[in-house]
Nanobody, 126 residues
Framework: VQLQASGGGLVQPGGSLRLSCIGSGGALDYRAVGWFRQTPGKEREGISCIVSLDDLYYADSVKGRFAISRDSAKNTVYLQMNNLRPEDTALYYC?????????????????????WGQGTLVTVSS
């Protein structure tokens, strides 16, 4: 499955953006799809993941502000980002693999994903 992430941009603090991750070459429905972000000099951070409507994951840093969802008809996973903060500025990636979001430490981990989209840049600044 190939992934394409889009929807990044420049937004003021407190604003919202919706990122999209479109799959091609296979269905995303029965796969875990995760969102990660990375800033220069830091490791890629897992922030949200969906396996099913009843199986959602959020990092503490985004819980209550971000929401992940899936549109099966469009083979797309979305990340709705609200109340954005300057510290949310990063390159955002989506990824898929099997049907797990987390590693043994219950962290949304890059180690369980093997297909990555290109990044989309989110800049939160006034």
């Amino acid at each position: 499955v190939q992934l394409q992430a889009s929807g990044g941009g420049l937004v003021q603090p407190g604003g919202s953006l919706r990122l999209s991750c479109i799959g091609s070459g296979g269905a995303l429905d029965y796969r875990a799809v995760g969102w990660f972000r990375q800033t220069p000099g830091k490791e890629r951070e897992g922030i949200s993941c969906i396996v099913s409507l009843d199986d959602l994951y959020y990092a503490d840093s985004v819980k209550g502000r971000f929401a992940i969802s899936r549109d099966s008809a469009k083979n797309t996973v979305y990340l709705q980002m609200n109340n954005l903060r300057p510290e949310d500025t990063a390159l955002y990636y989506c990824a898929t693999g099997g049907n797990y979001c987390t590693d043994r430490s219950d962290t949304i981990s890059t180690s369980v994903f093997n297909s990555w989209g290109q990044g989309t840049l989110v800049t939160v600044s006034s």
